[in-house]
């Protein structure tokens, strides 16, 4: 028996996670619209919270496989990401996350996200010089 991060899930009619084999994961993994639970842009708009189902697990220790992810993009909480078990809580935590994010003030979700810009540009100018030098 293959270990259980190494198997792959599609959900039924009903959202619930199904084993098969991978090329039956493949084919209906390549429909986005299989995968995608919820997804909610920020009142303010400056991040994104979304919850996929990814079809294998990430618990790579004891328990229910983890097969539902929430992630944030942007923002005060940009990569935050928790991980469920069933289609019923990843719909439920997307609810809870979204409102965390929303209860962050404005303005940090704007700041974290103008910091994130710098970073990202002071690393592609260090990538430059580097570069010019060589």
């Known amino acids: 028996m293959r270990a259980a991060y190494l198997r792959h899930w599609i959900l039924d009619e009903k959202n619930q996670p199904i084993e098969v084999d991978l090329m039956t994961w493949a084919q209906w993994f390549e429909e986005p ?3 995608i639970v919820k997804q909610t842009l920020c009142s303010a708009g400056t991040c994104e919270v979304s919850t996929v189902f ?7 220790s004891a328990g229910p496989p983890l097969l539902l992810e929430t992630m944030v993009f942007g923002g005060a909480a940009d990569t935050f990401q928790d991980r469920y078990s069933t289609y019923e809580q990843a719909e439920l935590y997307h609810d809870v996350v979204v409102g965390q994010v929303e209860a962050i003030p404005v303005w940090k979700h704007a700041l974290a996200n103008v910091a994130r ?5 002071f690393d592609s100018l260090k990538r430059e010089i580097r570069n010019w030098r060589d």
């Open 117 to 121: 810009d710098l970073r990202s540009w």
């Open 54 to 60: 990814m079809g294998i697990n990430h618990n790579f």
């Open 33 to 35: 619209a299989n995968r």
